[in-house]
Every structure is written in structure tokens, then in C-alpha cells.
């Protein structure tokens, strides 16, 4: 067995825990660190919105020589007025350029003045151009596409589990858009159609791995107001041990072809939708790793120990504990339950009470007369 192999083993027996729940706080405080991060960023620097959205022409042209500071230059110089224009390079050795804010009659003067000046035919050169109105529909419509997402999101994770645990997904979920939306603001890339692809793709992800945490949680805190060993909060950091290498190898092939797909795709083959796509995946994926392990569940525990079933546990527990450690008895040494399986919190006390000659329990009737001869009684 490799080593990651035997950490995984040893993580879902639970010789071995990492205090994430526990520590919560902590990684509370880097999450919002970086998302205070990524807000001023877009607050300062906003977003590069493509035509898509704002409304402009694309010209594509043939392979050229000139650089792509050449080529905005001499765009702008056909220009009257304020327009934003942005030049990208190409795999075939053309290029891309996007002017915002102008229609059909300037964009086709503007081809033509374009090939005369980069040498080509105008025939050459192909114009897209997308109103104003368009691009505000799209937008409203990408808008309208992750509200209804969420509120699915946050209705089936209701049903499937609880709304704690929807209000912790949802949480999650909130946190990778900002950060994922806050990086494109910092880096300045072309918010496209491919970017809101990007977007809904990255939620998929970052729910998939929630959900997987949620159904180990689920599963592991069954019945536990029916036990006095553990709290909430310790049963679901040794949940969360037992699917962190599954989480962590999920993300990880996940985040291969993606970068492959960003550092690649983007940096040889050229600038383009490759990039919207790719920079929305790559960072939305690892900001979904950590939230799912690191945000979800801590939420989930912060949540439910408020309850009064959660404080009244917790208070049991520490007097189990206290009395066990006045009896000098270690409860480490038991075997690990789950919460599912009922713990009697008198067991160590009768155990005790044996050994020093008290009451002994009786058998029960499957047991008596084993280990009796056959036959009649004389």
C-alpha cells in the first residue's frame, strides 16, 4: 500500500485526526482574509466585461506581424470618442480585437480602415458585432442562472439532509464565486460567456465534494444524543478525516487538466476562450477543495452545537469524562463506536463495582447453561 494509501487508512480508522473542526476559526479567518481580498479587488479594479456583455465588435483577422500593443494603437486612432479596445494574440498567428460601445455602421468603417492599415483584404477581417440591449440580456441572464442554482442547491441539500446543512453549502458556495470573481478582477481577464460556464461548472465541483463530506457527516452522527462519548463537534472532525484524502484526491485530477488547460491551451495556443473558461475552473476548484473541507462542515458543527440537543450532549460528555478521569478510567482505551451504536454511561461504573467485589450482573438466558453437560438434570 503506498504511503497516501496508508494515510487514508489510517485517517478513516481514526489513528490519525487532523483538528480542522476544532481549529475552525482559524480557517475561518484565512477565508475571510481572502475574500476581503477579492472584494476590494473588484471593488477597485472592477471586471473586464467582454463584448458579450457590454456591447461592441469583434474583429478577427488573418495572421499579422504586428505586435498587439501596434494593434490597439492603431485601432483607437480610428476611433472618435471613449472605447475600450483590446488586442489578443491568436494560435493561427491572427488576432482578436474588441472595441466596446460601437455599432454596425462605425464597426465596418472601422474594418475597413483596420485592413488598410494591417495590409490585409477587408473581406479578410470578420466583424461580430453585439448590441448594447443583447449584452444586458445575456447578463441578466447569467444573473438569473445562478440565483435559481442556488436556490436549487439550497432546497435539495434541505431535503436530502437538513437546512443547516443547506445554509452551510450555500455559505460555501457564496465564498468560491467572490474569490473566483475577485481573481478575474485582479487579473484583469475578459469576463465572457465562457466565464459564466466556468462559473456553473465550479459550483457543480465544489457541491459534489460538499455533499460527499455531508453523507459521511450524516452517516457518522446518527443516534448521537443516544451516546456520551463524543460531541458534535468531534464526530464530525473525525467525519471529515475519513473522506479528506478521497476530497483532496478528487481536486487534485480534477485541478490537472485544468491547469494543463490554463498554462497550455492558454499560453501556447493563444489567448481566448480557453483562458475565460480555464482561469474560472482552476481557481473556483481550489477554492471549492478548501471550502468543502475547510468552511462546510466547520459550519455545519458551529450550527449545530448552538442547538440545545448539541449543549446538552456536550454537557454529558464532559461529566462522563470528568468522573472517568476521578476513577482513573481511560476511555481512550475502548474500542471507537459510531454515535449510532447505543454507549451505556454507567459501563465503566458497574465495571468498577465488579472488580472491587460489588454486584455481579447476570447472564443473560442465551448464556446461561453454556459450557453445562447434556442430559438430564439429577
Known amino acids: 500500500m503506498s504511503r497516501l494509501g496508508k494515510l487514508s487508512h489510517r485517517l478513516h480508522r481514526g489513528e490519525l485526526s487532523l483538528d480542522v473542526v476544532g481549529k475552525r476559526r482559524r480557517y475561518y479567518a484565512v477565508s475571510l482574509l481572502i475574500v476581503v481580498v477579492a472584494v476590494v479587488g473588484l471593488a477597485v479594479n472592477g471586471l473586464n466585461k467582454g463584448i458579450d456583455f457590454s456591447g461592441g465588435a469583434s474583429f478577427t483577422t488573418p495572421k499579422t506581424s504586428i505586435s498587439i500593443a501596434q494593434a490597439e494603437s492603431k485601432t483607437k486612432a480610428l476611433l472618435t470618442g471613449d472605447h475600450d479596445v483590446v488586442a489578443q494574440k491568436l494560435g493561427t498567428g491572427g488576432m482578436r480585437i474588441q472595441v466596446s460601445g460601437i455599432d454596425n455602421t462605425t464597426a465596418n468603417n472601422v474594418r475597413g480602415d483596420l485592413a488598410k492599415d494591417l495590409g490585409v483584404s477587408a473581406d479578410s477581417i470578420s466583424p461580430q458585432v453585439v448590441g448594447p440591449s443583447w449584452g444586458q440580456e445575456v447578463t441578466q441572464k ?12 439550497v432546497i435539495y441539500l434541505a431535503i436530502a439532509f437538513e437546512w443547516r446543512m443547506a445554509m452551510a453549502a450555500l455559505i460555501a458556495l457564496v465564498h468560491d464565486l467572490v474569490i473566483t470573481i475577485g481573481v478575474y478582477a485582479l487579473v484583469g481577464f475578459e469576463v465572457t ?15 459534489y465534494d460538499t455533499v460527499v463530506v455531508f453523507d459521511g457527516l450524516k ?20 467525519s471529515l478525516n475519513m473522506t479528506l484524502v478521497r476530497s483532496i484526491n478528487t481536486s487534485v485530477v480534477a485541478l490537472l487538466p485544468v491547469a494543463a488547460l490554463l498554462f497550455v491551451g492558454g499560453g501556447l495556443l493563444g489567448a481566448g476562450m480557453l483562458n475565460d473558461i480555464a482561469l474560472a475552473l482552476f481557481v473556483g476548484l481550489a477554492a471549492g477543495a478548501y471550502s468543502s473541507i475547510f468552511i462546510a462542515t466547520p459550519l455545519v458543527a ?31 482505551a475502548e474500542e471507537p463506536r459510531d454515535a449510532a451504536e447505543q454507549d451505556d454511561e454507567d459501563e465503566p461504573a458497574e465495571a468498577a463495582a465488579g472488580t472491587l467485589g460489588g454486584q455481579r450482573r447476570q447472564p443473560s438466558s442465551r448464556d446461561r447453561g453454556r459450557g453445562r453437560p447434556s442430559g438430564k438434570r439429577r
Open 193 to 207: 460567456p465562457g466565464t459564466v460556464i466556468g462559473l456553473l461548472t465550479i459550483l457543480g465541483y465544489s457541491l
Open 302 to 332: 458551529t450550527l449545530k452545537e448552538a442547538t440545545p440537543e448539541m449543549k446538552a450532549l456536550a454537557k454529558r460528555v464532559r461529566t462522563k469524562r470528568a468522573r472517568a478521569e476521578r476513577d482513573g478510567i481511560d476511555l481512550d
Open 142 to 153: 447569467a444573473e438569473l442562472g445562478l440565483v435559481i442554482f442556488m436556490v436549487l442547491v
Open 219 to 238: 452517516e457518522t452522527t446518527r443516534g448521537i444524543t443516544g451516546q456520551t462519548r463524543f460531541t458534535y463537534t468531534e464526530l464530525a472532525n473525525r
